[in-house]
């Protein structure tokens, strides 16, 4: 892949437009800049896809309730104690407004809301074990919170997936035996709904999480790219024209205005390159892709290749690489002289990646790296060499007196991979 480094930016002063290049600043007296005002675009707002099993689980909890109470008042002169039943009834019909109004809104579904919960439900449900008699007990009666139990697995599950209404439900069912005392097909059959409820509703909170990530990630990327086609629309009718004409009047009056063209032609290399890259966004894996990320590096004298399809790595690597790139192309910006070119190449291989970045400069001397190192400017140590080994790759440096320059990192895929296929562009 060719990579250039260059940092272009535009600012807005009065009808003056500023551009760094190179180290220089070039004004352009009169400049009107970003003619056409236009709104950021706002953040979207996504709906959470696990709303849907909210709304089941209250509904779930009031209907639940309701049998509860039917319950109580076949039962109520058969209880132990029937004015802890009493307490009990009282205290889950409370219990159940409270977590309807809460589980309503997003904001109310806390981690701590739904811990809470289930401390609350599994409390009232062991207290069954002052209420119901020996009798009911022992013949498997409903007990007071009956079917109510269940809706904190269902809480769980909604909030924390598979993992959670997993756990909640060995729970449930272990309490439901350590009140009971014994095991029968009715016991087994209940832990049975218990866990399988939870494991099923988590998948379906799982799936619906990933799929809200998912959403939320499209439309911050069609956000992000109609903001950047308003950007280049405001560029192209501003900056871009005053840079083409600059390059134009520059190369016809020759001397030092032809520098400046030959530097402003750059620079709407550089500017063009950059608002026709689509933004990048890290994948739910944590990957960004590396060759869309090295196009801005693009300029009239650094040269990219990429292949055709993306390079997805996870981001700190991906990071790294690019950094590794920029502190070699500044290398080559500072020493190669003006008229040098670059080139940078990017490969993906089945078990690795390898990036290369060569200029036709006047190359490195022999001992030159160590004399800067002793003295003290450690850049070629720690930006590349160093970045590199902590990537676990190795890099290769091919230079001499007038051959110019070449790095070549090379380093290992994490994980399987599947080798894609595609050509350069």
């Not at 016991?187 to 379906?204: I, K, N, Q």
């Amino acid at each position: 892949m060719l990579v250039v480094i260059t940092n272009t930016q535009s600012a807005r002063s009065g009808g003056l437009c500023q551009a760094p290049m190179y180290g220089r600043m070039v004004r352009w007296e009169g400049a009107k800049v970003g003619s056409t005002q236009t709104s950021p675009v706002q953040p979207h707002q996504v709906t959470d896809g696990r709303s849907p099993l909210w709304r089941g689980h209250n509904v779930f909890r009031m209907v639940t309730f309701l049998w509860a109470c039917f319950w109580v008042v076949l039962q109520f002169h058969d209880y132990r104690r029937p004015w802890l039943a009493l307490v009990v009834i009282v205290l889950m019909g409370l219990w159940t407004v409270f977590t309807v109004w809460r589980y309503w809104t997003r904001a109310g579904r806390t981690n701590r809301m739904v811990l809470l919960d289930c401390v609350v439900v599994s409390v009232l449900f062991l207290s069954n074990e002052f209420i119901l008699s020996d009798a009911q007990m022992l013949n498997n009666y409903p007990s007071v919170v009956t079917v109510w139990h269940p809706t904190m697995v269902t809480a769980a599950a909604s909030q924390w997936g598979m993992f959670g209404g997993l756990s909640t439900g060995i729970i449930a069912a272990a309490s439901n035996y350590l009140i009971r005392g014994y095991s029968d097909p009715a016991m087994s059959l209940d832990t049975l709904l218990l866990v399988g409820t939870g494991l099923v509703l988590g998948l379906a909170s799982d799936t619906a999480r990933k799929s809200t990530e998912r959403l939320a990630r499209a439309l911050r990327a069609e956000a992000a790219t109609a903001e950047r086609e308003r950007l280049a629309r405001s560029i192209h009718d501003s900056v871009l024209q005053v840079l083409a004409r600059v390059r134009r009047r520059g190369a016809e009056l020759g001397g030092e205005a032809a520098e400046l063209a030959k530097l402003a032609g750059e620079q709407e290399i550089a500017l063009r390159a950059l608002v026709a890259t689509t933004a990048q966004e890290t994948t739910l894996d944590g990957e960004t892709d590396l060759a869309a990320r090295l196009q801005v590096l693009r300029t009239g004298r650094i040269h990219v290749s990429i292949p055709g399809n993306p390079v997805r790595l996870p981001e700190p690597l991906s990071t790294d690489l690019f950094a590794v790139v920029q502190e070699a192309l500044a290398n080559f910006d500072k020493h190669a002289g003006s008229d040098a070119q670059a080139w940078v190449l990017l490969e993906e291989l089945p078990e690795e990646v390898v990036l290369t970045a060569r200029d036709d400069g006047p190359g490195i001397p022999d001992g030159r790296l160590a004399e800067a190192a002793a003295e003290g400017r450690l850049g070629v140590a720690k930006s590349i060499r160093g970045r590199v080994k902590s990537m676990g790759g190795t890099i290769t440096l091919d230079t001499a007196p007038g051959e110019g320059t070449e790095w070549e990192i090379r380093v290992p895929r994490p994980g399987p991979t599947k080798r894609r296929r595609g050509g350069k562009r």
